[in-house]
């Protein structure tokens, strides 16, 4: 678009490129509600109390269950982050008072 080529490494994945399993996982951490703080407004994290139940919905393999256990909690990390970055720049300059 700008004229430049994007490096390789510069291009992100999309879902579609990570191992079955991975997207299952995904697909799980989509379904789970999120968590907000009331008066701040602040992101909380996924509800993992509703996994079981989708895995059982879904009939997840046990492997794949326990993989979702390790794994959830990194990606929720990762969008915690996001939304603290997107929430700190929405409020850049904005004066208190």
Request: aromatic share 10%; charged share 30%; net charge negative.
């Amino acid at each position: 678009m700008m004229g430049n080529k994007p490096l390789e490494e510069e291009i992100p994945i999309d879902r579609e490129d990570l191992a079955v399993e991975t997207q299952m996982v995904f697909n799980l951490y989509d379904k789970l509600p999120a968590k907000w703080e009331g008066m701040s407004g602040s992101y909380l994290g996924k509800d993992l109390l509703l996994l079981p139940v989708l895995c059982d919905i879904y009939d997840t393999e046990d492997y794949i269950i326990k993989y979702a256990w390790h794994v959830i909690p990194i990606i929720d990390s990762y969008v915690a982050e996001d939304i603290a970055q997107k929430i700190k720049r929405k409020t850049k300059g904005k004066v208190s008072g």
